[in-house]
């Protein structure tokens, strides 16, 4: 079990973003430890997104804080299970991460996600991806960025998802897993609201040419 914001290890090379659509899930212990052959053994395959709400679980597909998309991660009917599990995403994430969550966050609101490198993308390391993607990254909130905080939680740090800037520069997030919100509940979804960024660094995320999630 991982209470944490960890990646899916593997070699470093980018995850088509198009490949990643049809990505089997596959428990942890079936790669005998190996996730790396997760990403790459593509088959059709057709997911059906769960709308049933459960504790800790995001409401159904279509929901949004104004015209940003946060609900409908299409792992939340299996949250907090498949976190305990290290049960493995479509993205090469673990489900019910932070990674795995913003990651479709992203997708969800038509933002790319090819620059991703494979088995670099723990939370801390975000912003260094970006840069090597040639991504502007900068300490100024904004909707749709990527918050990083590269301490909390180490060694693994912790991202989320901003929704929003308040007036007084506090900042609303979309999260899993996040170890920040008081009484720590491993692999749950929340929302918060006026999150101070002092700490943070955001990532810019452009939008992508195909907007399909």
């Given at each position: 079990?991982?209470?944490?914001?960890?990646?899916?290890?593997?070699?470093?090379?980018s995850l088509?973003?198009?490949?990643?659509?049809?990505?089997?899930?596959?428990p942890?212990?079936?790669?005998?430890?190996?996730?790396?052959?997760v990403?790459?053994a593509i088959?059709?395959l057709l997911v059906?997104?769960?709308?049933?709400?459960?504790?800790g679980?995001?409401?159904?597909?279509?929901?949004?804080?104004?015209s940003?998309?946060?609900?409908?991660?299409?792992?939340?009917?299996?949250?907090?299970?498949?976190?305990?599990?290290?049960?493995?995403?479509r993205?090469?994430?673990?489900?019910?991460?932070?990674?795995?969550?913003?990651t479709w966050a992203?997708?969800?609101n038509?933002?790319r996600?090819?620059?991703?490198?494979?088995?670099?993308?723990?939370?801390?390391?975000?912003?260094?991806?970006?840069?090597?993607?040639?991504?502007?990254?900068?300490?100024?909130?904004?909707?749709?960025?990527?918050?990083?905080?590269?301490?909390?939680?180490p060694?693994?740090g912790?991202?989320a998802?901003?929704?929003?800037?308040e007036r007084?520069?506090?900042?609303d997030?979309?999260e899993?897993?996040?170890?920040?919100?008081?009484l720590?509940e491993?692999?749950?979804?929340?929302?918060?609201?006026?999150v101070?960024?002092e700490?943070a660094?955001?990532?810019y995320v452009?939008?992508?040419r195909?907007?399909?999630?």
């Amino acid at each position: 079990m991982r209470a944490d914001c960890s990646a899916v290890p593997g070699p470093s090379r980018s995850l088509p973003a198009v490949a990643a659509e049809q990505i089997p899930e596959i428990p942890l212990e079936q790669t005998g430890g190996d996730t790396s052959a997760v990403s790459w053994a593509i088959r059709p395959l057709l997911v059906a997104l769960l709308a049933t709400m459960v504790v800790g679980a995001a409401p159904a597909l279509g929901s949004s804080a104004g015209s940003v998309v946060i609900y409908g991660y299409p792992y939340a009917s299996r949250c907090p299970a498949a976190g305990y599990d290290d049960v493995v995403d479509r993205w090469g994430m673990y489900m019910c991460n932070c990674t795995s969550y913003v990651t479709w966050a992203l997708r969800a609101n038509g933002q790319r996600t090819d620059w991703f490198i494979r088995g670099a993308m723990n939370a801390w390391n975000w912003p260094h991806v970006a840069r090597l993607a040639r991504l502007p990254v900068g300490t100024r909130p904004r909707a749709r960025a990527v918050a990083v905080w590269s301490k909390l939680s180490p060694p693994f740090g912790h991202i989320a998802y901003v929704t929003g800037v308040e007036r007084d520069g506090g900042i609303d997030v979309s999260e899993y897993n996040s170890p920040g919100t008081g009484l720590f509940e491993p692999f749950v979804f929340d929302v918060r609201k006026d999150v101070r960024p002092e700490g943070a660094v955001f990532i810019y995320v452009p939008a992508r040419r195909n907007t399909r999630p």
